[in-house]
């Protein structure tokens, strides 16, 4: 399977707790996103990497948040200090070129309780 | 108000009918348009991606976009259950890569 992978595909945590989540984008891609999903609305989007440089981050990517993307290859994406509002559904994609189609993993379902 | 609104639905109709999706928009610079298709608990499927105004076919699926109005639609034809599920609408303009989705639409086919 050459799509858009993530893992783990479900979390849950405790409130407080550090957590990691991974992304491995499509591999002749070079453009890869993080979005976040909350039950009843559209992902929302959290930050953009071309290649291994972070270009654009939301104000939804408070400092608690940090990605990074060594290499240009997969992606990690770290929430430090969990809060229950944090609870969502974290959402990779990745594209290639200009306005290029965007493709989604499965995402990564983190409950904080 | 949103960049991006979407009747939420949900939407329910009957095998074989025609099922017409629709967003609008208030950004002028959106440029880029795209459908998703979204099964519970899974990710985003990208159905179908358009490039300025004008329409595209992919099989049962149509894809509109008018900029003038700012205003997309996705029609599907002969809709069958398997169909049922959450359609996205999302954009984004030159220069910014982020996509701006709407709330999504969640459709019902009845067998």
């Known amino acids: 399977d050459t799509g858009v992978s993530q893992n783990p595909r479900h979390k849950i945590t405790k409130r407080g707790q550090n957590v990691t989540f991974r992304c491995d984008p499509i591999?002749?891609?070079?453009?890869l996103y993080w979005y976040r999903q909350t039950l009843g609305q559209g992902p929302e989007f959290l930050t953009y990497?071309?290649?291994?440089?972070?270009?654009?981050k939301s104000r939804l990517l408070s400092d608690r948040f940090s990605a990074e993307r060594p290499k240009g290859s997969f992606s990690t994406l770290e929430i430090q200090r969990t809060e229950q509002g944090d609870s969502a559904m974290y959402l990779c994609?990745?594209?290639?070129?200009?306005?290029?189609?965007?493709?989604f993993g499965p995402g990564t379902r983190l409950t904080v309780t | 108000q949103k960049e991006v609104e979407q009747d939420p639905g949900p939407l329910s109709v009957p095998e074989g009918a025609i099922v017409s999706l629709n967003c609008t928009y208030s950004?002028?610079?959106?440029?880029?348009f795209m459908w998703y298709r979204q099964y519970s608990r899974k990710g985003p499927e990208l159905l179908m991606y358009?490039?300025?105004?004008g329409n595209k076919e992919d099989g049962r699926f149509t894809a509109q976009v008018d900029k003038s109005s700012k205003y997309i639609s996705l029609f599907i034809r002969d809709s069958q259950p398997s169909d049922s599920a959450t359609y996205l609408c999302?954009?984004?303009?030159?220069?910014?890569?982020?996509?701006?989705f709407g709330s999504g639409t969640r459709l019902q086919v009845q067998p």
């Open positions: 990497f071309q290649n291994e440089a972070q270009l654009e």
């Open positions: 591999s002749e891609h070079n453009r």
């Open positions: 999302a954009m984004s303009g030159t220069g910014r890569r982020a996509l701006t």
């Open positions: 994609a990745s594209s290639s070129g200009e306005g290029g189609e965007q493709y």
């Open positions: 358009t490039y300025s105004s």
């Open positions: 950004n002028s610079a959106f440029q880029y």
